[in-house]
T-cell receptor, first 115, second 113 residues
Framework: GAVVSQHPSRVICKSGTSVKIECRSL??????MFWYRQFPKQSLMLMAT?????????EQGVEKDKFLINHASLTLSTLTVTSAHPEDSSFYIC???????????FGDGTRLSIL | QKEVEQNSGPLSVPEGAIASLNCTYS??????FFWYRQYSGKSPELIMS????GDKEDGRFTAQLNKASQYVSLLIRDSQPSDSATYLC?????????????FGQGTTLQVKP
């Protein structure tokens, strides 16, 4: 149980392109979904927290107009990196949780490379 | 002071030995504690949850929690080369209902054959 599917697993695209990443909880309804970014050899960095039907809460320093999050249902959240540039190249990982005190379950991550 | 602290390592142990990974946290209100394993280039995978003081065993893994001292540890018995990974300690944020977790920076474990 507690399977989270994330697609695509890898994206390579040109600078200026917008990229959409999907995160789905397959066998449970996620109260909250989280989006992380991780650079090589570095810690997980939380970007934003999203709840179904409401605006995402972004962490300090994360541009909400750059990283658009839509949480349309209890099983689907999307992250769109708008007008991506090489510095946005990173490993993006989503997770889903069922509320306070419960673990988060992670998707397999999306490796984004902007040329 | 960081909210969740781990020694980054690397922690190197021989195959078959016990690996001991430690984590301290700053918020006494935290009630839920998790250990995740992250292989290089992969996403984190939940391996243990612990909510009460004491030990919790699952196969070769034992999580230990001491809320008075604000530390949580993970023991891996009979360590295997396949256990070589980064282990992340995560603690719940007491306020709010989102299930937000605070992660430590992770301890890299190397199990040598």
């Amino acid at each position: 149980g507690a399977v989270v599917s994330q697609h695509p697993s890898r994206v390579i695209c040109k600078s200026g392109t917008s990229v959409k990443i999907e995160c789905r909880s397959l066998d449970f309804q996620a109260t909250t979904m989280f989006w992380y970014r991780q650079f090589p050899k570095q810690s997980l960095m939380l970007m934003a927290t999203s709840n179904e039907g409401s605006k995402a809460t972004y962490e300090q320093g994360v541009e909400k107009d750059k990283f658009l999050i839509n949480h349309a249902s209890l099983t689907l959240s999307t992250l769109t990196v708008t007008s991506a540039h090489p510095e946005d190249s990173s490993f993006y990982i989503c997770s889903a949780g069922t509320g306070r005190g419960q673990p988060q379950h992670f998707g397999d991550g999306t490796r984004l490379s902007i040329l | 002071q960081k909210e969740v602290e781990q020694n980054s390592g690397p922690l190197s142990v021989p195959e078959g030995a016990i690996a001991s990974l430690n984590c301290t946290y700053s918020d006494r209100g935290s009630q839920s504690f998790f250990w995740y394993r992250q292989y290089s280039g992969k996403s984190p995978e939940l391996i243990m949850s612990i909510y009460s003081n004491g030990d919790k065993e699952d196969g070769r893994f034992t999580a230990q929690l001491n809320k008075a001292s604000q530390y949580v540890s993970l023991l891996i018995r009979d360590s295997q080369p396949s256990d070589s990974a980064t282990y992340l300690c995560a603690v719940n944020l007491p306020s709010g209902n989102t299930g937000k977790l605070i992660f430590g920076q992770g301890t890299t474990l190397q199990v040598k054959p």
